[in-house]
């Protein structure tokens, strides 16, 4: 969702930096980036390990997180290229649908709902429900057999490092969309769009085949 569907990313690296700073961690964009695809819960644990601050709240910092970057998207957010095509190109071949995203349940909702996109998916599922967040595969693997299929028949479109990583662990392929200058050639995708513009039934086709 953030980052695929929405341009949210840098929406959550300006909530992190600014509530961050407020327990004396100063973080940058980059710095931002390596939390990137992980729950907003682990990020701050990620970040507290690293530079622990006095009195740590950290479900408390984590929810004043979320709360910002709604507050945010509901200002500011926009859909990104393709995400209307796309979501039609599927429907229209008879793909279920799913979006499976690492944001919390309550930040999934505000999403959904300010663009009115709740109906467009048939499974809609956190990280939040998994034991791990990404790069563990489970909240794909929990979204396939919630569709009803195997992992072996899912494209999974994604924009972060640990999300790609994830999908691979999962078994499925995975189409890169990777934004403001992200490097994800390490992580394996099989194939890399800039935007979803670009994704076309010959793209699904060539990803989709037999081995």
């Known amino acids: 969702m953030d980052g695929l569907l929405v341009d949210t990313e840098p929406l959550w690296q300006d909530a992190e930096i600014e509530l961050f700073a407020t327990v004396g961690l100063q973080l940058d964009r980059p710095a931002c980036r390596e939390t990137q695809g992980l729950r907003v819960d682990e990020a701050v644990e990620y970040w507290y390990r690293r530079q622990p601050w006095p009195d740590a709240d950290l479900p408390h910092l984590a929810e004043r997180i979320v709360d910002r970057v709604a507050e945010l998207m509901r200002a ?45 998916f048939d499974v809609i599922h956190s990280a939040e ?3 791990y967040g990404k790069p563990d595969p489970a909240i794909f693997l929990t979204t396939a057999t919630r569709l009803g299929v195997e992992p072996r028949a899912c494209v999974v479109f994604e924009d972060s490092v640990n999300g790609i990583v994830a999908a691979k662990a999962a078994g499925m392929a995975c189409v890169a969309v990777p934004g403001h200058g992200v490097d994800v050639t390490g992580a394996g995708p099989d194939a890399i769009v800039e935007t979803l513009e670009q994704v076309d039934g010959e793209l699904l086709d060539r990803l989709l085949e037999p081995a």
């Open 129 to 131: 429900a998994e034991r």
């Open 76 to 120: 500011t957010a926009t859909p990104l290229p393709g995400v209307e095509s796309t979501l039609s190109l599927v429907r229209d071949r008879g793909m279920a649908v799913a979006l499976a995203s690492s944001s919390t349940w309550r930040m999934i909702e505000a999403v959904l709902t300010h663009f009115d996109w709740t109906h467009r």
